[in-house]
């Protein structure tokens, strides 16, 4: 009995011994630490493709947390729907001795729809769990293994998926018959992946690091793969729901999508057929016809998002939305397409990365996974044209910042091609604005402004007119001038095949000037001043990458109080760089008027790292003088 004591003792002895030697805060490697709010003390996934309806990703990680800006990396978020099931999932919680203070299991996670807020319907769910811990540094080591019924969109592996984390190791391996040829890219690797055939007879795919330092969060950063450690992973053949197919390339890809999950799903009713012809045949030009189709689309339906199982990849049928007027983005672009199609006008369904930032699909690597946005191309002569047709109100012929200037993915009746959305360049961006106005001697400014929104600053106002009190609420924020008071607001989108919006504002501002021993001052900039610059950041890692380039002019004249004069020198700023210019000015013209103008123009492009600083001052002069004040006196 004394020695089966004497034994669970060191047992227990030896186990405590071994968390503390894997998780103790302190063997953390110093040089892991800069910049670091949490280090990945061991992160291993593997993911087995046992057959084309049967693949296994079992994933065992643990993470220490060093400050409360690292608790994200200790978050559990594990989605599942009825193609994908959770088969266990478990875990402890060490303090920074490296010692087990809790544990969790299923039963500890929130189980909740991924609904996102305007989905329709989603049978997408996921568990979460964050430890509520506020002792810091403390270490979470968790393990799950999820099953999905598919093997066409594979797990990618990323060890270091943020800014702020370190890695200490990460290891990922893919293993499946010899008959599942796959492909993979490398992204920033040092190094090939180890093949190998198992002791079972399967192929087996390597990656790991180990001591991956923490990525610095720094302003005007490039898109993270730029930069950042990936392995994407996708299949030569695969299922998924039920639909078989093979790829190699982005024209399988493509040929897939149109022959399995589009083929016969733009088939509309006579009635509707017979209404769109009636519609558009008085129209000879095709590209007005088509103008007329989207903009009766737009008028019709509504944009709601629907992902039940292949649902998340293959349309509704036109018919389906044309009885039900509603869509997500793969049934209203299938819908448009069916009714462009009812007057013989051709349309491409395009896969494309949506968001405001600017990311292409991989020209030499196809994966499904790559995209999460549905547009249409209209490949007409010479005058390629794109529709966004979740948009009620997004003009015909209009991207905006959304899907624009990246490469998108077309799915033809003869396979996949890769095409290039429309550019819009900073000339192309423009904000103009014109104001004349009247500034009273006890500081009251009053007067009408006028401002015309261009290319991805098109919707930089509510795109259609509302109640009148929403559009003056939404104005009185946008201009941040005090004590704003807008007596009359005019809205009037002009959605021709280069749209311009329209904002004319009549208004008012008591004590805009400040009135000071006799004087006058007032800001000369009056509804576009930058008023924060970049941090500073030495020794930067990543190159200077400035997503969306635009121009901003303006103009504002200030009619000023009998008898007074400038009291303060002319404001008269230029500034030329290869990312930008700038330029500003104040002056007193004969007729007793304050005009100041201001042109900024922000060129998009990827800069050398050492331009940063350049960047900084270049923000850093415009602030300065976008915060120019006129000082007035009297004249003698």
């Not at 996670?109 to 540094?137: C, E, H, I, L, N």
């Not at 992973?233 to 695969?238: C, L």
Request: with cysteine; glycine share 6%.
């Amino acid at each position: 009995m004394k020695r089966l004591k004497l034994t669970l003792v060191l047992g227990i002895i030896a186990c405590q011994s071994y968390a503390q030697a894997r998780y103790e805060v302190a063997a953390i490697a110093k040089d892991l630490l800069p910049y670091a709010s949490a280090v990945v003390r061991n992160m291993e996934v593997t993911t087995e493709v046992k057959d084309l309806t049967n693949t296994t990703y079992h994933y065992k990680t643990a993470v220490t947390v060093l400050n409360k800006n690292g608790d994200s990396d200790a978050s559990i978020r594990i989605w599942y729907d009825k193609s994908r099931r959770i088969k266990y999932l478990k875990g402890t919680l060490y303090n920074e001795l490296g010692m087990p203070v809790n544990k969790f299991s299923d039963k500890n996670f929130t189980d909740q729809s991924a609904a996102d807020g305007f989905s329709m319907f989603t049978d997408t769910r996921f568990k979460y769990y964050q430890p509520a811990v506020t002792d810091y540094p403390y270490t979470v080591e968790y393990e799950y293994e999820v099953n999905a019924k598919q093997s066409l969109n594979l797990s990618e592996w990323q060890p270091n998926a943020g800014t702020g984390t370190a890695v200490e190791h990460s290891s990922f391996q893919l293993v499946c018959k010899p008959d599942f040829p796959i492909r993979y890219k490398e992204i920033n690797y040092q190094g090939k992946a180890k093949t190998a055939t198992n002791a079972a007879g399967l192929n087996t795919y390597s990656w790991e690091v180990s001591n991956l330092k923490a990525l610095r969060n720094e302003p005007y950063s490039p898109d993270p793969e730029r930069y950042q450690t990936m392995v994407k992973i996708a299949p030569d053949h695969f299922t998924y729901e039920g639909f078989e197919g093979s790829f190699s390339d982005w024209k399988g890809l493509g040929g897939w999508v149109y022959s399995k999950l589009l083929v016969g799903r733009t088939v509309l009713q006579p009635a509707t057929v017979a209404f769109i012809r009636g519609l558009t045949d008085t129209i000879t030009s095709q590209k007005l016809k088509a103008k007329a189709i989207y903009e009766y689309m737009q008028r019709k339906s509504r944009y709601v998002s629907i992902q039940v199982g292949i649902g998340g990849l293959r349309p509704f049928t036109a018919s389906e939305v044309d009885q039900l007027s509603y869509g997500d983005c793969k049934g209203l672009v299938n819908y448009t397409q069916a009714l462009l199609k009812a007057v013989n006008i051709e349309s491409y369904y395009c896969i494309v990365q949506a968001g405001s930032m600017k990311k292409s699909l991989m020209p030499d690597f196809a994966s499904i996974e790559q995209g999460n946005h549905i547009i249409l191309c209209l490949p007409f002569k010479n005058d390629t044209t794109w529709l966004e047709c979740t948009s009620k109100h997004m003009p015909f012929g209009f991207l905006g910042d959304f899907t624009d200037d990246r490469w998108v993915l077309a799915c033809t009746p003869d396979g996949g091609k890769l095409m290039h959305t429309p550019v819009y360049t900073s000339a192309d961006s423009r904000q103009s604005r014109k104001a004349m106005l009247t500034l009273k001697e006890d500081g009251e400014l009053a007067g009408n402004m006028v401002t015309t929104f261009e290319g991805t600053q098109y919707d930089n106002i509510t795109l259609t007119p509302g109640e009148i009190s929403d559009e003056i609420k939404d104005a009185v924020k946008r201009y941040s001038i005090e004590n704003l008071e807008i007596e009359d607001l005019k809205l009037s989108p002009l959605k021709t095949l280069h749209p311009v919006n329209n904002e004319e504002m009549k208004f008012k501002a008591r004590d805009y000037a400040s009135v000071s021993r006799g004087k006058l001052f007032f800001m000369a900039n009056l509804a576009n001043r930058r008023t924060s610059v970049p941090r500073e950041v030495r020794n930067r890692t990543t190159e200077v990458y400035i997503n969306r380039g635009y121009t901003d002019v303006d103009e504002i004249t200030y009619q000023i109080p009998a008898g007074y004069k400038l009291d303060n020198n002319p404001l008269l700023v230029t500034i030329n760089k290869p990312f930008g210019r700038y330029t500003a000015s104040a002056f007193l013209n004969k007729d007793n008027q304050v005009v100041y103008k201001r042109t900024l123009e922000i060129i998009d492009g990827t800069y050398p790292k050492e331009k940063y600083e350049e960047l900084v001052d270049f923000y850093q002069h415009v602030a300065d003088a976008d915060n120019h004040k006129i000082a007035l006196v009297k004249a003698n």
